[in-house]
């Protein structure tokens, strides 16, 4: 049995002077738990716009498995977003797309909900559904610890694949087994934990930091040959001036000789 969700081949995408991704490939399979990971900017709310076929990629394709599937989306707009009103336009848009109807939407009370309670009833909604990927941007951004806590316990009997953008290890560890990195353009996975990929990244720092610091006593070393070279040089030049100018003194003294000599005609058959 075929297990891919969707493939993403080949991903290039730019915007006016930011390259936010390139060449990136990426598989999700039925059940993964995938943690997208990377500083604010990189990119990471644009990607999940690619895959949701909201934004164009330059370059590439997402390939979803199936014909018609069901993606459960929690945009971020929603949870940064101090204007009530974005709830009744944006973000039930988002939600209407991709599985909640409006009616259902209309019958939460999100008017007088607060950032927290608005990502619970949002999420429950679209749990509710049943999408086999789930697609969450930063959710965790107006949880308290009980919400916090109560989004773990949801993710944990929710059996389908999830890839979510968060900036907090302890949930990432808590919730997810792979992590993607997007650096700079570049999508990197990494199986394992948060925290398996925070190590691996403190041993590249040390590995590279490690070199570095070769590299510095290398060019140290050679700076001292340098220096070493240029002061023996320079002590030679010196030298060598003295002894010039001594040779031309004693040029001199021996050309007199010679035209003495010359003028006593004393010298036979010179060349001329
Ligand atoms: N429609 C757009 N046009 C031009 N630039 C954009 C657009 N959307 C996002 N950006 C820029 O692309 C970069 C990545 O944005 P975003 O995907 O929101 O990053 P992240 O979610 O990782 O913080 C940012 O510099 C942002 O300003
Ligand atoms: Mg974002």
Do not use: C
Request: no cysteine.
């Amino acid at each position: 049995m075929n297990n891919i969700i969707l493939k993403a081949k080949g991903i290039s995408k730019s915007f006016p002077g930011k390259q936010i991704i390139k060449n990136g490939e990426l598989t999700i399979l039925k059940g993964d738990r995938i943690g997208l990971v990377g500083w604010n900017g990189e990119g990471k709310t644009t990607f999940f716009q690619m895959l949701l076929g909201q934004v164009e990629p330059d370059e590439g394709e997402i390939v979803y498995e199936s014909d018609h599937p069901q993606i459960g989306y929690l945009p971020q707009a929603v949870v940064q977003s101090r204007e009530g009103d974005l709830w009744s336009n944006e973000f039930a848009r988002q939600l209407s797309r991709f599985g909640l109807q409006q009616e259902a939407l209309e019958s939460l009370d999100m008017e007088h909900a607060s950032g927290g309670e608005k990502v619970k009833l949002a999420l429950s909604a679209i749990l509710q559904k049943n999408p086999e990927l789930l697609l969450l941007d930063e959710p965790t951004n107006h949880l308290d610890a009980k919400g916090m806590q109560w989004l773990e316990e949801q993710l944990s009997s929710y059996a389908g694949a999830v890839l979510l953008i968060s900036h907090d290890r302890y949930f990432l560890d808590q919730t997810v087994n792979e992590i993607v990195e997007l650096n700079k353009g570049k999508l990197t996975v990494y199986t394992g934990t948060y925290s398996d990929y925070a190590a691996k990244k403190r041993e590249e720092r040390q590995h590279h930091q490690k070199a570095y610091d070769k590299q510095q006593k290398h060019i140290g070393e050679i700076q001292s040959q340098i220096d070493h070279l240029s002061r023996w040089a320079a002590k030679a030049h010196r030298e060598q001036g003295k002894k010039g100018f001594a040779a031309e003194i004693k040029m001199k003294e021996s050309d007199g000789v010679r035209k003495e000599k010359r003028s006593a005609g004393t010298i036979q058959n010179e060349a001329p």
